[in-house]
């Protein structure tokens, strides 16, 4: 049975709206600022959000504060999207395999955040530490189950919890009349499939899960193992091993040395060195870093770029993930094209169907929980007519502008969606939009700062720092939000 729900008109009288400038950035092209006078009707919508990771519960928040009405889907059992740590791998080591038992999360054992607690948290829900007994970390750099409970705490706290399906996986989204969508969803426990409709669905699906993986001559006949990240959980596996690990990650950088503790030899391949490179790792007996990799041989042998050969046992890819919608039925209106997903404007909506389908979480190389709360309360105040959106002539151009600026700028598509230096400035500029402050001056700098250390110290970052003074300065700040330790949200 279908089920229709229709959205509701608040008020004709509609707040102002907020005209801000565009700030400037490389990555970022002018926008179009909306400058009608005509004023729509506030509304209320009723909106699917796909996903209960950090992205579905921050947009089910805000959406439900902006006086939407909310269903959460989530194909798993339990809020909390990739920090759901799960010893279970997937039953093909390099997920490309179209049958493949697949494992949303990939977290591994030892994995402690690379971002601080301070930095990494919501705005207005900082991510300090809880009182709780053994079960909570109280460390700087926490370990993934400290995130889970952080997220999970979150969810009861603003009664997300109540919004979210659990084991309810959404299957299709089609366009449906009106510019309405259908949401069919398939739940695990029996019962069946089903079709809706919505005003609005929020695509918070994650994309960490579907493995990227590099071409070179060689590899389909080389003999050798091969995993990809996401299905790396503890060193194990490579015990004794001469182990080829691809990338440059901040994964990458944690399991190489997690590896090297137990394995035989361990050979960086990195595409961001010069191709003559072939350095052995300060501290390391067993470890080098070389260029990319030229070619594989069927005798197990792996020849890298700068010229030097080694008869590797296996290739472990930490080479990053691809953006995947299968449940996606749009006409074309939104497509993955290496690896990016367009067109968006500023990352978050599809021009022909704004604001009704929007994205939350495509941008990365970006402190994400605090820039999903931005792009969620902009979905929000879209949605209710509160915030204006430029017309779709007029999104359309400004991202064939920003497409134009990559490409002059040599930037390859596949990077279309790294904000990296940009992400404070993208950040500021959903504020204006929103009408709410922007980023915090000491979360910008502590960025800076712990990127600096993480350069500096590789191995020690987590545990020794020197920007307590920026501590000092964010929980100053979090008073506002917090009393003795918990939050007054
Ligand atoms: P996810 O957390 O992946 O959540 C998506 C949810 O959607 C999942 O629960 C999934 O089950 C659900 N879903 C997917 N498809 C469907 C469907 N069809 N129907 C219903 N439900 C569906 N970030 C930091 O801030 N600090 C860190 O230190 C950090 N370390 C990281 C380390 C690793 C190894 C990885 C992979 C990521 C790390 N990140 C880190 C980034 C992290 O991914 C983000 O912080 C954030 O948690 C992503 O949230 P999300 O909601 O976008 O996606």
Redesign the pocket.
């Given at each position: 049975m279908m089920k229709i729900h229709n959205s509701i008109v608040l008020s004709q009288s509609a707040t102002t709206r907020p005209m801000f400038k565009t700030p400037r950035c490389r990555l970022l092209s002018d926008s179009v600022v909306h400058n009608s006078t005509m004023q729509p009707a506030l509304a209320s919508r009723h909106v699917a959000v796909?996903?209960?990771?950090?992205?579905?519960l921050v947009a089910a928040r805000e959406l439900w504060r902006e006086g939407h009405k909310v269903v959460v889907?989530?194909?798993?059992d339990q809020v909390?999207?990739?920090?759901v740590y799960t010893p279970k791998v997937e039953s093909d080591p390099i997920g490309i395999h179209p049958n493949r038992t697949t494992v949303?999360s990939?977290?591994?054992e030892s994995?402690r955040?690379?971002?601080p607690r301070e930095v990494?948290g919501f705005r207005d829900y900082p991510f300090v530490a809880r009182e709780g007994g053994e079960e909570r970390d109280p460390r700087r750099f926490p370990g993934h189950k400290e995130v889970l409970m952080y997220l999970k705490d979150f969810s009861r706290e603003f009664g997300v919890s109540e919004m979210v399906r659990l084991e309810?996986?959404?299957?299709v989204v089609d366009a449906a009349e009106g510019g309405r969508w259908k949401v069919k969803s398939r739940s695990k426990g029996g019962g069946g499939v089903e079709d809706e409709i919505y005003d609005a669905v929020v695509v918070?699906?994650?994309?960490?899960?579907e493995p990227r993986l590099p071409q070179f001559p060689g590899i389909n006949t080389w003999k050798g193992k091969q995993f990809h990240s996401h299905n790396y959980r503890n060193p194990e596996p490579f015990r004794d091993q001469v182990v080829i690990l691809i990338g440059s990650s901040?994964?990458a950088v944690d399991i190489s040395r997690e590896i090297a503790g137990v394995a035989k030899e361990v050979h960086i391949a990195s595409r961001s060195v010069a191709d003559e490179t072939l350095q052995k790792q300060p501290g390391y007996d067993n470890m080098w870093l070389h260029s990319m990799i030229e070619n594989a041989h069927d005798d197990g042998n792996v020849v890298f770029k700068d010229g030097s050969v080694v008869l590797a046992d296996t290739i472990l890819y930490c080479t990053g993930y691809k953006y995947h919608f299968p449940?996606l039925e749009t006409n074309g209106t939104v497509t993955v094209d290496d690896n990016r997903v367009g067109p968006l404007y500023k990352h978050v909506l599809p021009p022909a169907s704004a604001p009704s389908l929007s994205f939350?979480?495509i941008p990365w190389k970006v402190?994400?929980?605090p820039l999903?709360e931005f792009q969620s309360k902009w979905i929000a105040g879209l949605l209710s007519n509160r915030i204006a959106l430029p017309s779709k002539e007029e999104m359309m151009e400004d991202v064939k502008t920003f497409y134009s600026l990559l490409e002059a700028s040599g930037t390859p598509k596949r990077y279309t969606h790294n904000l990296g230096g940009c992400q404070f400035e993208y950040d500021d500029w959903i504020a204006a939009q929103c009408g709410c402050p922007v980023s915090e001056e000491w979360r910008k700098q502590m960025y800076s700062e712990v990127s600096k250390n993480k350069r500096a110290r590789p191995e020690t970052y987590r545990d020794e720092w020197e920007d307590d003074h920026l501590v000092l300065q964010a929980h100053e700040d979090f008073k506002k939000y917090t009393l003795n330790g918990v939050s007054n949200g």
């Amino acid at each position: 049975m279908m089920k229709i729900h229709n959205s509701i008109v608040l008020s004709q009288s509609a707040t102002t709206r907020p005209m801000f400038k565009t700030p400037r950035c490389r990555l970022l092209s002018d926008s179009v600022v909306h400058n009608s006078t005509m004023q729509p009707a506030l509304a209320s919508r009723h909106v699917a959000v796909i996903g209960a990771g950090a992205g579905g519960l921050v947009a089910a928040r805000e959406l439900w504060r902006e006086g939407h009405k909310v269903v959460v889907f989530e194909r798993e059992d339990q809020v909390g999207g990739t920090w759901v740590y799960t010893p279970k791998v997937e039953s093909d080591p390099i997920g490309i395999h179209p049958n493949r038992t697949t494992v949303h999360s990939s977290m591994y054992e030892s994995l402690r955040t690379n971002l601080p607690r301070e930095v990494m948290g919501f705005r207005d829900y900082p991510f300090v530490a809880r009182e709780g007994g053994e079960e909570r970390d109280p460390r700087r750099f926490p370990g993934h189950k400290e995130v889970l409970m952080y997220l999970k705490d979150f969810s009861r706290e603003f009664g997300v919890s109540e919004m979210v399906r659990l084991e309810t996986e959404v299957v299709v989204v089609d366009a449906a009349e009106g510019g309405r969508w259908k949401v069919k969803s398939r739940s695990k426990g029996g019962g069946g499939v089903e079709d809706e409709i919505y005003d609005a669905v929020v695509v918070c699906s994650g994309h960490f899960t579907e493995p990227r993986l590099p071409q070179f001559p060689g590899i389909n006949t080389w003999k050798g193992k091969q995993f990809h990240s996401h299905n790396y959980r503890n060193p194990e596996p490579f015990r004794d091993q001469v182990v080829i690990l691809i990338g440059s990650s901040a994964s990458a950088v944690d399991i190489s040395r997690e590896i090297a503790g137990v394995a035989k030899e361990v050979h960086i391949a990195s595409r961001s060195v010069a191709d003559e490179t072939l350095q052995k790792q300060p501290g390391y007996d067993n470890m080098w870093l070389h260029s990319m990799i030229e070619n594989a041989h069927d005798d197990g042998n792996v020849v890298f770029k700068d010229g030097s050969v080694v008869l590797a046992d296996t290739i472990l890819y930490c080479t990053g993930y691809k953006y995947h919608f299968p449940f996606l039925e749009t006409n074309g209106t939104v497509t993955v094209d290496d690896n990016r997903v367009g067109p968006l404007y500023k990352h978050v909506l599809p021009p022909a169907s704004a604001p009704s389908l929007s994205f939350v979480g495509i941008p990365w190389k970006v402190v994400p929980f605090p820039l999903f709360e931005f792009q969620s309360k902009w979905i929000a105040g879209l949605l209710s007519n509160r915030i204006a959106l430029p017309s779709k002539e007029e999104m359309m151009e400004d991202v064939k502008t920003f497409y134009s600026l990559l490409e002059a700028s040599g930037t390859p598509k596949r990077y279309t969606h790294n904000l990296g230096g940009c992400q404070f400035e993208y950040d500021d500029w959903i504020a204006a939009q929103c009408g709410c402050p922007v980023s915090e001056e000491w979360r910008k700098q502590m960025y800076s700062e712990v990127s600096k250390n993480k350069r500096a110290r590789p191995e020690t970052y987590r545990d020794e720092w020197e920007d307590d003074h920026l501590v000092l300065q964010a929980h100053e700040d979090f008073k506002k939000y917090t009393l003795n330790g918990v939050s007054n949200g």
